[in-house]
């Protein structure tokens, strides 16, 4: 057990050394980071070490028995955390001294963003690399709670989540839609139904997975009362449950589309469900308004010309 120290100041070894095991744990082991970190698990291994020395902490177990964080090493953990968040807030502080914009921006949105075309988030980030050659991109696919939790944190400067329930501390920016229709796959029961031919009522006779989070996903499930017997945290693993042919789910109509096109996957028609959500922008109310996250907004919004001339700032 190593000896608890105190710490009179936090030096630039320290900083490095914290970046490093921040890394391994989100890596999972030291095994997983070797290649994020680019450095071999031996001197990975020291790193952390000497870290532990320094602080006179054991900050996470490894060895046979696999890699696990200790109580101190998450305390550590999430002070680093805020430490390098206030890193970021003062190089932002700083950017604004200089004419061109450097740092890191760190951007959380939800995965399948990519294939809707009404999302524009490609054009933006292109408009913006242009703009800002110096700035750091780190881009998070992540569900629409952990977003938000992450911008009002500081650990995302900026999040895009379907608009619900509005928080008072962070300001919304509407983008673009997203159509969500109800699907089955090929080897449900009503994959050869006709089209409406089911009553709202009776769609309550089928299991059905929804996000296991609130979202405009969760009203429209309780407004059809339909039977919720699974639960996920993205749309890649709400499709495949609906592929099983055991679950009916909402997804997006571009999410669905390679497996309809496919014949794996089909609308289950009626006139109720269905529902449209408003993609949004989200910033901490709070926040500076520093340059390079004002810089990328306005890509944002340059790039979503028609969706987000109407601004809320919930």
Partial sequence: MAK????????????????????????????????????????ISKHISDLETRFGLKLCHRGPAGFSVT???????????????????????LDQAHSDLTGKLKIACLDHSATNSAAKVADAIRMFRD??????LDV?????????????????????????????????????????RLYCGRHHQLFAAEDN??????????????????????DVHKKLKLRKSAFVQNEEALALLILSGRYLG????????PFVRKNLMREVKNDVANYTSTMSAIVRKSASSGRRLSAFLDCLI????????GVSTA
């Fill in 140 to 180: 998070s696919m992540e569900p629409p709670n952990v977003i938000e939790e992450g911008v009002i944190n500081g650990k995302f400067n900026i999040g895009i989540v379907p608009l619900h329930r509005t928080s008072p501390m962070l300001s919304y920016f509407d983008l673009y839609t997203e159509d969500m």
């Fill in 71 to 93: 109580s101190d090493g998450e305390h550590v953990l999430g002070a680093a955390e805020n430490l390098f968040i206030a890193i970021d807030a003062f190089q932002e502080e």
């Fill in 302 to 309: 340059k790039a979503h010309p028609k969706e987000s001339d």
């Fill in 197 to 218: 031919v089911l009553q709202p009522t009776e769609l309550s006779d089928y299991s059905y997975v929804g996000l296991s989070f609130n979202s405009p996903n969760m």
């Fill in 4 to 43: 608890k120290l105190a710490i009179n100041r936090v030096t630039d070894v320290d900083i490095r050394l914290l970046d490093i095991f921040k890394t391994v744990v989100a890596c999972g082991g030291f095994t997983a980071a070797e290649f994020e970190l680019n450095i071999g698990r031996s001197t």
């Fill in 131 to 136: 703009a800002a050659p110096g700035v750091t």
């Fill in 250 to 257: 909402f997804l997006p109509t571009h999410t669905a589309e």
